[in-house]
C-alpha cells in the first residue's frame, strides 16, 4: 500500500530533551512537509523540502531541523530550544507543485 | 502572505439538509484552492481541488465553488449524513507563485440525526 507513514502516535518529552520525529512515504513523491497544529490555529508550516538535501523554514522554524538523507524520508527534531512543543505535527507529501497533499496519522508530542 | 478564513468555528446541521461551508482568502487570487476533511487525532485527507477558471466542481455529494471576485469559496455537502461529521479544511497557496499551501483554522461541521 502507498502512503506516508509518522510515528511514534504518541511521543513524551522531559523539558530539556531534544526528540525526532519519524516521517516515511513510498508515493515516490518529491516534496515533503511538516506542520504544526494547534487548537484552534490551523496547520503552521514548520519546514519542507522538495529535493534530497535541501529544505527550507517555513513559518515556524525555530526550535525545530530537519533533514532529507532520502527522498522517502524526511525526520523533524524538536530541540529544547523550542518553548512550546506540546502540539500534534502532521508530516504531508505531495509532488511538485503541491497539488494535492497526502498527510500521515500525526505525532501527538506532549511535554511532561 | 495569504490569510484564510473560514466562516465559523462549529456547524450543526440536521441529517439529510445541506450543510455549507465558506473559506475567504485576502489577498492575490490563487491559481487553485483546496478542501480536506480532518477527523479528530487524524491527518487530514484531501476531498477536492477547484482551479481558479473554474466556476464549480463536484464530486458525489459535495460541490465546491470558486468566486475569484468576491475572494470566496462555498463548500456543499447535500444530503448529510452523520458520517459527514468531521473538520473542513480549505487550502491554497501561500504566496503567488508559491508551491506552499497555507490552510484555515477549519469549521468543525457535526450532522445532527
Known amino acids: 500500500d502507498g502512503g506516508i507513514t509518522q510515528s511514534p502516535k504518541y511521543l513524551f518529552r522531559k523539558e530539556g530533551q531534544n526528540v525526532t520525529l519519524s516521517c516515511e512515504q513510498n508515493?515516490?513523491?518529491?516534496?515533503m512537509y511538516w506542520y504544526r497544529q494547534d487548537p484552534g490555529q490551523g496547520l503552521r508550516l514548520i519546514y519542507y523540502?522538495?529535493?534530497?538535501?535541501?529544505?527550507q523554514k517555513g513559518d515556524i522554524a525555530e526550535g525545530y531541523s530537519v533533514s532529507r538523507e532520502k527522498k522517502e524520508s524526511f525526520p523533524l527534531t524538536v530541540t529544547s530550544a523550542q518553548k512550546n512543543p506540546t502540539a500534534f505535527y502532521l508530516c504531508a507529501s505531495s509532488t511538485l507543485g503541491q497539488i494535492e497533499a497526502f498527510f500521515g496519522q500525526g505525532t501527538r508530542l506532549t511535554v511532561v | 502572505s495569504q490569510k484564510i478564513e473560514q466562516n465559523s468555528e462549529a456547524l450543526n446541521i440536521q441529517e439529510g439538509k445541506t450543510a455549507t461551508l465558506t473559506c475567504n482568502y485576502t489577498n492575490y487570487s490563487p491559481a487553485y484552492l483546496q478542501w480536506y476533511r480532518q477527523d479528530p487525532g487524524r491527518g487530514p485527507v484531501f476531498l477536492l481541488l477547484?482551479?481558479?477558471?473554474?466556476k464549480e466542481k463536484r464530486k458525489e455529494r459535495l460541490k465546491v465553488t470558486f468566486d475569484t471576485t468576491l475572494k470566496q469559496s462555498l463548500f456543499h455537502i447535500t444530503a448529510s449524513q452523520p458520517a459527514d461529521s468531521a473538520t473542513y479544511l480549505c487550502?491554497?497557496?501561500?504566496?503567488?507563485?508559491?508551491?506552499?499551501?497555507?490552510f484555515g483554522t477549519g469549521t468543525r461541521l457535526t450532522i445532527i440525526p
Open positions: 487550502a491554497l497557496p501561500a504566496n503567488f507563485g508559491n508551491e506552499k499551501l497555507t
Open positions: 523540502s522538495q529535493i534530497v538535501n535541501d529544505f
Open positions: 477547484i482551479r481558479e477558471n473554474e
Open positions: 508515493l515516490n513523491h518529491d516534496a
